[in-house]
């Protein structure tokens, strides 16, 4: 029975968390829920690489149809009508070729993923490689390719260039900005294998699936105690500290968890939600 409440504890930390996924980028810990402006794991790097290459395909597929009929000149560029950027016609001219027919030619040799351009490749071995060219000038952090690191830059500047209409929130990144508006349509495109229950975010499913699999990877090094989520873990260590964050304001009891000052609420309020 404590198990069974352990894990309902756990989920319910992970929900409440996630629908904090508005304020996503001043958060931390997801993928165990991490903030996305400031770092992307080697997943998250090798997905948003293979959608810039399928970008890239589409833009530059478009582009050899519109200049197939031109006549050219050597190393002339061209300019795409999507992003406006010029491609040298003789850079990788092998590449154009690959673009039209749609094939992926240049495949890593560690993990088995395909581009259609040499450079896409040799951006994406860095997720391999450990390599980070890209500095944040203000705070050091590293990143693998350019773009990531104008994102970040949105942390020291402010900017939250992505508004939603319904609540107002705003976002540094589409993405969690997409992840909110899920919040709003209710939208859950994650569902669960072995169970009815869905999730509007990929994570979620996979902290969930723990129930399935009873793991529990984060384990208190003072008593040994294991935990299938992390704010779990975090929790319990109050035990050990005599940490008791959440006070009420009418009385100044303090408790370690955030529900117990719930349940005491109720002694005040005279609520029986259970009568």
Known sequence: MAFIKEENEDIRIVEVFTVKQEDLEEQTGL????DETEDLDENEEKDQYEKHDDLKTEEQSTLTKKTSSQKTKPNSFFSSHHCGKGLNSQTYPEDRIRVRRGKKLYMCQQCGKSFSHR?????HMRVHTGERPFICQQCGKCFTQKQNLSIHQRVHTGEKPYTCKQCGNSFTQKHSF???????????PYPCPQCDRRFNVKQNLEVHMRVHTREKPFTCQQCGKTFAHVQSLNSHKRAHTGEKPYACFLCGKSFTQKQNLDLHKRLHSGEKPYA
């Open 31 to 34: 993928m165990t829920l991490k």
């Open 119 to 123: 450079r896409h490749l040799e951006v």
């Open 178 to 188: 997409e992840v909110h508006a899920r919040i709003h349509n209710g939208e859950k």
